[in-house]
């Protein structure tokens, strides 16, 4: 199993810059490279500071030369802001610059406050027919001429300018349901799944749906599948709760813009309350101790045994959790120093 690193910059309020942001984000990218990881993911999102990321591709431009070795991953272009012809040919270019260590990642979205202002308020649940047409056109561009007549895109012949070092940048899917698995893996796709913050019941689930996804398709090689989780390692047993605190503030400001009532201030949103998350049992301190990928080493190293036994084939060390820098770099160093070598 392979380990990556899955990060965005986040802001909760003023008491950073973004350029401090961005260059706290270049050191753990650094860090990771260093440890061996196979891959860093930058994800993108619209008009909100909790989680920054405009365009992706403009990240790995300015990680490319800053790294050597690291896969530079898109984790995910949200299909319906991108433009086919576009898509493929500015990722065509990134591939061209980093040398050939583009892996391109898309999916349908989930942010209904982004649907409203950069889709005019189209229901973000009907993303997905946006990535069911885009993935297709990306590839067939990417290989040459091609012209397109679909529902939601329609153009005359065209082509990826430029065209990717790599033949066929790897294309990854963001999949929960049984279709979206189908689909991806009909389509020569590899396939993300995230738990959030669920129990390894829900990973179980969607490696099932993943395996049957290839069952259902036996003329197409198996694909990767890697898992995103929140991940977060300490050595002296009362610190659980230090994870857990930030991870739990990290879902309350999640839990706001995704339920898409209050109207942001210069990006901010307000967190739902403390009183309420209380309330909500998936947000129990305890339940989120034993759901996310918190622990100590031998711990986690159980836990991403099961995780191989089950054919993960990537393990994505999940960043975002609200805390500090200094935090978020101990617990990598210590993942990168007491558990990659187990897996070695």
């Given at each position: 199993m392979k380990f990556s690193l899955f990060m965005q910059m986040e802001r909760f309020d003023n008491s950073k810059t973004h350029k401090q942001l961005l260059d706290e984000m270049v050191e753990l990218v650094?860090?990771?490279?260093?440890?061996?990881?196979?891959?860093?993911?930058?994800?993108?999102h619209h008009s909100m500071e909790f989680t920054i990321g405009p365009n992706p591709l403009s990240f790995l431009s300015y990680l490319a030369p800053l790294t050597s070795s690291i896969r530079l991953g898109v984790g995910t272009f949200v299909a319906p802001f991108w433009h086919p012809i576009k898509l493929a040919s500015e990722s065509a270019l990134v591939d061209?610059?980093?040398?050939?260590?583009?892996?391109?990642?898309?999916?349908?979205?989930?942010?209904?406050?982004?649907?409203?202002?950069?889709?005019?308020?189209?229901?973000?649940?009907?993303?997905?027919?946006?990535?069911?047409?885009?993935?297709?056109?990306?590839?067939?561009?990417?290989?040459?001429?091609?012209?397109?007549?679909?529902?939601?895109?329609?153009?005359?012949?065209?082509?990826?300018v430029p065209k990717p070092l790599q033949k066929q940048p790897p294309m990854w899917v963001a999949a929960?349901?049984?279709?979206?698995?189908?689909?991806?893996?009909?389509?020569?796709?590899?396939?993300?799944?995230?738990?959030?913050?669920k129990s390894d019941?829900?990973?179980?689930?969607?490696?099932?749906?993943f395996d049957s996804a290839c069952a259902n398709n036996p003329d197409v090689a198996r694909p990767k599948i890697m898992c995103l989780r929140h991940?977060?390692?300490?050595?002296?047993?009362?610190?659980?709760?230090?994870?857990?605190?930030?991870?739990r503030n990290w879902y309350?400001?999640?839990?706001?813009?995704?339920?898409?009532?209050?109207?942001?201030?210069?990006?901010?949103?307000?967190?739902?309350?403390?009183?309420?998350?209380?309330?909500?049992?998936?947000?129990?301190?305890?339940?989120?101790?034993?759901?996310?990928?918190?622990?100590?080493?031998?711990?986690v190293i159980e836990r991403l045994k099961h995780y191989e036994e089950l054919g993960i084939d990537e393990y994505s060390f999940w960043t975002d959790n609200s805390l500090s820098h200094e935090e978020k770099k101990a617990s990598l160093k210590l993942f990168i120093e007491k558990v990659v070598p187990e897996f070695n």
């Open positions: 650094q860090i990771a490279e260093a440890g061996g990881f196979e891959t860093v993911w930058v994800g993108e061209i610059m980093c040398d050939g260590r583009l892996e391109f990642g898309i999916a349908r979205g989930a942010y209904q406050y982004e649907f409203d202002r950069m889709l005019d308020g189209e229901a973000a649940s009907d993303g997905g027919k946006y990535l069911r047409e885009i993935v297709p056109a990306v590839q067939k561009l990417w290989q040459g001429d091609y012209a397109h007549e679909g529902e939601c895109w329609r153009f005359p012949t065209s082509t990826s929960r349901d049984p279709d979206s698995h189908n689909f991806a893996v009909k389509n020569n796709c590899n396939v993300m799944v995230t738990p959030l913050f019941e829900e990973v179980d689930s969607l490696v099932d749906k991940t977060y390692l300490y050595e002296n047993e009362g610190d659980w709760l230090v994870g857990v605190n930030g991870i309350s400001h999640f839990s706001s813009l995704f339920r898409n009532q209050l109207v942001p201030v210069d990006g901010f949103c307000a967190p739902i309350s403390e009183d309420e998350l209380d309330t909500m049992p998936d947000f129990n301190r305890e339940t989120l101790k034993e759901n996310l990928m918190i622990g100590t080493p031998n711990t």
